[in-house]
């Protein structure tokens, strides 16, 4: 459908159609175009025919987007002043929007997809490993004119700072900052911007690894399983199988998704950035500035270790309450 996938190129320009005419859509979430975002008129052909008109007329438009995001991913990186490998990381963002036409593209996505591109040789191999992360994050990505992806996780990251420090989200509340959409980066794209490339891929191979939970990756693995039909692990085994944050959960009965290790990790950055955020911070936008001070800089262990506490600290709270 698009020769030019495959040619070690990337394309940064809009798709034209048959009367060379520029393909026009709406825009989603930061900007980037997905698929339930646009309305491509009927056609007169079967109804068949016009879903996969549509499917495809609404693929080519996310293409040039991914491009532009694809040729500003990691620019610092060595490996992308080669156009080749930039062309690997656009082809598999391509190719998954292509697979997944629910969720599309959404800007953000090019962050979680660059590292496996990088460490997996073969382009197909990094796809798959794309994929299967996707089908755990892919939630985050899901923008609508009302709602973001991380809307719930925010809501969680509200009520933990409330809990284990009501002044700091007092203060934050009377920014009109109690919705901690500020933290939508950071939950987004799992932290990719606040560590080092090296930190983001320890962090995140310690977060999955510690929310392990055999009864939820069962479902990631069967494509399109819920909760009430996928396999599940015999109780008395799942405490000694699931990863050490899990399993306090686990034991405890907080078995919500949204309660997720990622969230206890933006609030103990809040913590560290307690002091500076009650006296500095006079508006969002210094809210914005001192957390943008940590880019780069946060110590993955760390700030695991850090999220750990704060967990230990909000549970021992609410068993209180």
Known sequence: MVPLIGSGRVLTAPINNDNDQQLNSDKGCNGAVSTSSLHPSTGHEGLLDNTDEKKVKNWKLMLHQIGLDVV???????????????????????????????????????DICSPMVILLEHEADAFWCFERAMRRLRENFRCTTSSIGVQSQLGTLSTIIKTIDPQLHQH??????????????????????????????????????????????SMYEEEGAVAETAPKVNEKLLIKQCGKFEKEKVKTGHVDNESALAVFLVASVLETKNKALLKEAKGL????????????????KKACKAALKVHKKYLNKTKQS
């Open 72 to 110: 500003r991913t990691d620019r610092a990186l060595a490996f992308y002043e080669s156009e080749i490998n930039q062309a690997k990381l656009w082809e598999v963002l391509a190719v998954y929007a292509w697979v997944d036409s629910d969720i599309g593209y959404v800007q953000g996505m090019n």
């Open 172 to 217: 934050l509340d009377d920014l009109d900052g109690g919705e901690y959409l500020f933290a939508f980066r950071m939950l987004m794209v799992l932290f990719r911007r606040e560590f080092s490339f090296i930190d983001a891929l320890y962090l995140w191979e310690l977060i999955w690894a510690m929310e392990y939970n055999p009864n939820i990756f």
């Open 285 to 300: 936008d210094d809210v914005v500035k001192i957390l943008g001070e940590t880019t780069g800089k946060l110590d993955a």
